[in-house]
């Protein structure tokens, strides 16, 4: 019996903590990254957060750059400049608003970075980096 009381208590708070991470959390973004990554503090702890579902170019010339340069038949150069630009885009998006919420989705292990998607008020951030800031869709893989 104290066996399957464990387990139960195992399971509801298993289920609780994936419940949670489900639900929108309020942050506050003290930088981004680049555009389409953020750190923000939410409930008090300081974190960088990816944006799920998206992949911008690199603001500098570092390896991904490259890769991003050969794949799109870009110079190296018109990729870090689109990097930039997403990053301004995702700046001044998010510094016109503190009504910013986050739902988690993920956690990027290699990075050591929450994964999750952005929203002010109802708005989806990440979407609209797709439509707007110059990123592409993307399937994280972790």
Known sequence: MKRFIIVVLIILSIT????????LEHITITK????????????????SIRLSGIDCYETSKRDRAYKQAYLNKMSIEDVVKKGKESKLI???????????T????????????NVGILYIGNMNVNEYMIKNGGCMMFEYKN
């Open 16 to 23: 609780e903590f994936a419940a949670a991470r489900a639900c």
């Open 32 to 47: 981004v990254t680049d555009g389409d990554t953020v750190k923000g503090i939410v409930n008090g702890q300081e974190m």
């Open 90 to 100: 995702l700046s001044n998006l998010l510094k016109s608003s503190d009504n910013i």
């Open 102 to 113: 986050i739902k988690f989705t993920d956690t990027d292990k290699r990075y050591n970075r």
